[in-house]
């Protein structure tokens, strides 16, 4: 059975930071590229963050320079590490994992998501 779990949500005040984890199990984590997407209230889901089974890694320009993916493939976990927090990174949070060559437009797993806001 397939699971991503995320955690280390919660509420901070802006200019804090956060760091979520995401555990995968039931598939062959190491093979697939992950990604982080994530929902405001009223808003379309976005990409945030990705990082390929090489390491490789791309971000959404709201986050560059704030924002850091990473992916333990021994632990089957991915992270993000989120600093400088601002009010609009307010959102749901949710971890995914997609064959690299579909492209993340093609989500096989998604998690059940984690709530982030950011107070001002």
């Known amino acids: 059975q397939v699971r991503l779990v995320e955690s280390g949500g919660g509420s901070i005040q802006a200019g804090g930071s956060l760091r979520l984890s995401c555990a995968a199990s039931?598939?062959?984590?190491?093979?697939?590229?992950m990604g982080w997407f994530r929902q405001a209230p009223g808003k379309e889901r976005e990409g945030v963050a990705t990082?390929?089974?090489?390491?490789?890694?791309t971000y959404a320009d709201s986050v560059k320079g704030r924002f850091t993916i990473s992916r333990d493939n021994a632990k089957n976990t991915l992270y993000l590490q989120m600093n400088s927090l601002k009010p609009e990174d307010t959102a749901m949070y949710y971890c995914?994992?997609?064959?690299?060559?579909?492209?993340?437009?093609?989500?096989?797993?998604w998690g059940q998501g984690t709530q982030v806001t950011v107070s001002s």
């Open positions: 995914a994992s997609y064959r690299c060559y579909l492209g993340r437009d093609r989500v096989d797993y």
């Open positions: 990082i390929d089974s090489d390491g490789r890694t």
């Open positions: 039931g598939y062959s984590y190491s093979r697939y590229c």
